[in-house]
């Protein structure tokens, strides 16, 4: 069974701070994705990452696969309210039939103005 | 396009009655997706489907059944509710294409008491 950590669980900062996010694995996966929910609507894909160093930028959003393809971590820089929500990291095999992905269990942040 | 859309937004059981949630999408996706989310659990595989008339076994399948009957159409039923079952059900498409994005509706919350 393939596991996703996610840490931490919860991050609560102030509008302007910086943050880090981390999803690690064991296992290798053929690309990760990254989605955010909002409280009662389901999870929006924000990102995939498919090769194995690859950074992406989604304007104050940064998005890193690690060499082995086993972790990710997603880096906001000066972080806004808007931010609030749930991320969840998703891990796709490509000996998963049916595109299944497995979640990490979610970092919920809370960005204060 | 309305995406993927859940019917109900909420339920409430009693122990041991049943009740069938319904998907729908209107993207002409191949596959299609049951989860249920618990707090810091992530989203949990229940069931699949990979085409019109077939269905398989996620992650946490007992206690819930599913149909495919129509393409755009994917049903899961709980036959006899138990408290366990008390959690956030989303369902997901995907084109069928390799990898890719899941497109997610917006949930339905059901509490059995």
């Known amino acids: 069974t393939q596991l996703l950590e996610q840490s931490p669980q919860f991050l609560s900062i102030q509008e302007g701070e910086n943050l880090t996010v981390y999803c690690n694995s064991s296992?290798?996966?053929?690309?990760l994705q990254w989605y955010r929910q909002e409280p009662g609507e389901g999870p929006v894909l924000l990102v995939t990452v498919v090769t194995g160093g690859e950074v992406k930028k989604l304007k104050r959003l940064t998005f890193q696969f690690g060499d082995a393809r086993k972790d990710s971590s997603l880096h906001i820089t000066a972080a806004q309210p808007g931010d609030t929500g749930l991320y969840l990291c998703?891990?796709?095999?490509?000996?998963?039939?049916?595109?299944?992905?497995?979640f990490g269990g979610g970092t919920r942040v809370l960005v204060k103005p | 396009n309305a995406g993927v859309t859940q019917t109900p937004k909420f339920r409430v059981l009693k122990t041991g009655q049943s009740m069938t949630l319904l998907c729908a999408q209107d993207m002409n996706h191949e596959y299609m997706y049951w989860y249920r989310q618990d707090p810091g659990m992530g989203l949990r595989l229940i069931h699949y489907?990979?085409?019109?008339?077939?269905?398989a076994k996620g992650e946490v399948p007992d206690g819930y059944n599913v149909s495919r009957l129509k393409k755009q159409n994917f049903l899961l039923g709980l036959e006899s509710a138990a408290p366990s079952q008390t959690s956030v059900y989303f369902c997901?498409?995907?084109?069928?294409?390799?990898?890719?994005?899941?497109?997610f509706g917006p949930g339905t919350r059901l509490t059995v008491t």
């Open positions: 997901a498409s995907n084109p069928g294409t390799s990898g890719g994005e899941q497109y």
């Open positions: 296992s290798v996966f053929s690309s």
């Open positions: 489907s990979v085409g019109e008339g077939t269905t």
């Open positions: 998703a891990g796709d095999s490509t000996k998963a039939a049916g595109n299944k992905l497995t």
